[in-house]
């Protein structure tokens, strides 16, 4: 009789982990869907302060949001109209990038066949650039999609900063929550919308002053690398590096090796100034999730929600470690995945070797 607590406790835990693979594959086969709910988050987090800011002179609930709205929708147009062009571009210029690629190349063959290096049957014209004017070109015909999928995401992100100033009352009301796993519940909330805003501003300084050097420096589709390096700095420890490799490649088919070697420099300074310092500066204390914990959160977001997910893989694991400390029965996960301190508002143990900085809950 004594184990049988023991026993049901055990039979819950394995229905309950056997309810979440359900549910991760539900998640994956709907994650169109979810990939708009997930985004319109994001960006409901971060209009949501403007929105209070307008509200707090005076402005209307009802004009703050579509003031914000409108402006958002315009600057996201803006970047679509850039990133257009620039994959235009791209298309157009294809074939003189095959001529500088084939050059670049016969120059290298050159080099190692100075050292004694063989090449063996390989030649500069063996690789083609074709298949890559396919891939922009089915981008681009897709670009009526990818407006829809933008309409989706304005219309979901308008109606979640309507409801976001009810939710902490309603949140309040779920069961089971108690007064310590509410403010638990809400100090990682303002932690989770500061780490979101401090995140999109550091990017966007990123991406703003990298673009702006590809476009000084003469690299075709500077814009269009800016942006990109906007999006995928979001992606911890490989975004900047995914990032920076094809303007390295086309510094190299416009301007040689000393053209890559001059982006090269410019990431590493950037990456210097921008992620330490600036940083630091909108960061006043460090909050660390373990490396190990980031890295497994790209793989999972990505593979249910493809780029995307990999994009706001550490927003959607902050999301999953708030409902896991509301409850009583699994809040020892996030004592076991060394995040535990995130809810307490105590300092990690230790701040080395550690890997995602976030703002203090304000």
Request: charged residues 10%.
């Amino acid at each position: 009789m004594a184990e049988s607590p023991v026993l049901s406790r055990s039979a819950s835990t394995v229905l309950l982990l056997t309810a979440v693979v359900f549910l991760i594959i539900g998640v994956r086969s709907v994650s169109y869907i979810v990939t708009i709910i997930v985004v319109s988050l994001i960006l409901a987090m971060l209009a949501y302060p403007a929105t209070k800011a307008l509200q707090s002179r005076g402005l209307p609930e009802a004009a703050a949001v579509g003031l914000v709205g409108v402006i958002a929708c315009l600057a996201v147009l803006l970047v679509c109209y850039l990133v257009f062009l620039s994959f235009e571009g791209l298309i157009s210029s294809l074939p003189l990038y095959q001529q500088a690629l084939t050059a670049r190349l016969a120059e290298a063959l050159a080099v190692l066949d100075r050292f004694g290096i063989s090449t063996g049957s390989f030649s500069p014209g063996s690789i083609n650039l074709q298949p890559v004017a396919g891939f922009l070109s089915s981008f681009a015909v897709s670009l009526a999609d990818v407006l829809l999928y933008l309409f989706f995401i304005a219309v979901t992100t308008i109606f979640m900063l309507f409801e976001a100033p009810r939710m902490p009352g309603r949140i309040r009301k779920v069961a089971g929550i108690g007064p310590v796993n509410l403010e638990a519940f809400s100090r990682m909330s303002r932690f989770l919308i500061d780490f979101v805003i401090v995140r999109t501003e550091v990017n966007f300084v990123h991406g703003f002053i990298f673009g702006a050097f590809l476009w000084v420096m003469g690299v075709h589709s500077a814009a269009l690398w800016g942006v990109l390096t906007f999006l995928l700095s979001y992606i911890p420890y490989i975004g900047l590096i995914i990032a920076a490799l094809p303007a390295i490649f086309l510094a190299w088919l416009q301007f040689g090796i000393w053209g890559a070697v001059a982006v090269v420099a410019a990431v590493v300074v950037l990456n210097a100034v921008v992620e330490n310092p600036i940083f630091a500066h909108f960061a006043s204390r460090r909050f660390d999730i373990p490396a190990l914990v980031v890295v497994l959160s790209v793989i999972f977001w990505g593979w249910i929600l493809g780029v995307a997910g990999m994009i706001f893989a550490v927003p959607l694991t902050l999301i999953v470690l708030m409902l896991v400390q509301s409850s009583e029965d699994w809040a020892w996960v996030n004592t076991i995945l060394g995040v535990d301190h995130l809810f307490s508002g105590e300092r990690a143990p230790s701040t080395e070797g550690r890997g995602v900085e976030a703002p203090p809950a304000r």
